[in-house]
């Protein structure tokens, strides 16, 4: 088995990455994250899919997936738009630079750390393999991409009483080499010292095993990170569901415990992974598991937090549903292939059938405009509601506006609120009847404030980049 004795770091200064060969006990040492949170302040930060890119090239071509400076025509193709932005290439297929994945994380940091109690972090942290005959990704890349975020995210979440806040990642399928694809490989190993750190000592043993865990933010709440690869219906490793021996029935398995732990200790769950459950992303076997788990501890779980698709929405599940007869990358679908697609399902929905609502952050990657999630939950440790979530708000960058300026380089961006649930779609809080209410409200027919609702949620689902 390959394991690696030294990780190496990637520190992101300016627009380039540098990388230093360390070994793990010469990096500086950070605090452990503090285990017992006594004062909560009811936040806490979901990011996802990072996708930071060390050969981004600020106006290189599109077309050579922001890698390489054009031949010629350099003036016409930048007055065309096809030539990458300084700070990123929002719309344009092309992964974060390095400027803009280091600036985000500090930013988010120095505005938000002593006001949340976690993060959950969804994976995707290495770049695409935009350019395989060219610039083909390694696993060496693939690991110190995950060190350089890794690092930063710690310390930029450094808090001023010398603790950082509980860090809860996941792997992502472009996290692993080749992408998609895992069964039980010596990069779990990597990541467990990786992420020693984040995780649980009583966890390290079972993440070692299958990459997944669970963590206590405080007594009665409790995170279950998934490794949702073994779902997955591009990674061709696995079977599928379809028998006990292998990793997929030991994580539900695994899964089933500790919702009945948490049941008998009366906790919420708040259930994390990279690749959302779907007919789209799922194999069927696995997406009928899933569905059955979470309706059976519906009054445990409080919440389904992914990314991986890099767009604003929710999935609302359900038994014996129409399912997608092709297997459609829904990354890879057009903008109105995609809101036709949530607006049919939407419409599907039976209100009077139980249901599991699953929903999906957009990314820092400028696959539209950076963005990321605060999310709020209740405190009040007295009440039946302790834990539930509540509330979200949702902030972003206007990358073109930064992109457009005459020295780009010498403003940074701004992250600006772009929405929350209460004000712009009328919540009252986030359970799943209020989702199934606003699926309800978005999709209803011949209503001129539907029409109005629907197009807000489109302008969100695509980040306010035009359409």
Known sequence: MYFVKTVVTTILLSSTLTYAYLPIEQQHPLQKPSRNVPNLNGKFLHITDIHIDPYYQDEATIKSGCHFQAKKHHKKKKRKGKLAGYWGSPTKGCDAPPRLAEHAIDWIGERWKEEIDFIVWTGDNARHDLDSKNLPRTKKEILALNQAITYRIQEAFHRKDNTTIPIIPCIGNNDVHPHNRLQ??????????????????????????????????????????LNTLYFFNSNDLVNGCQDRDGPEHAHFEWIIDQLAMARRDRARVYITGHVPPTDRTFYPACLDRYID???????VITGHFYGHVNRDHFNVLQKNQDRAKDKVDITKTTRDEFSSMLRKQYKRIQRD??????????????????????????????????????????????????????????????????????????????????????AQRLTQKGSKKSKKLWKKFVNNLFVQTEH
Do not use: C
């Open 184 to 225: 039980v490989t010596s990069m779990i190993e990597t990541y467990s010292e990786m992420w020693r750190d984040f995780i649980p000592p009583d966890q390290l043993p079972v993440f070692r095993q299958g990459g997944y865990y669970a963590i206590d933010i405080a007594p009665g709440l409790r995170v279950l990170v």
């Open 353 to 438: 059938k139980s249901a599991v609502v699953v929903h999906v952050a957009p990314p820092i990657i400028p696959e539209y405009n950076p963005t990321f999630r605060i999310n709020e939950y209740d405190t009040d440790p007295t009440s039946s509601n302790f834990g539930t979530w509540t509330k979200y708000t949702q902030y972003y960058i206007d990358l073109n506006y930064y992109n457009g300026k005459k020295h780009p380089e010498l403003e940074s961006p701004q992250f600006y609120e772009e929405y929350a649930t209460d004000t712009e779609y009328g919540m009252k809080d986030l359970s799943t009847e209020s989702w199934m209410d606003l």
């Open 293 to 299: 788990i979470s309706l059976e501890y519906q009054d």
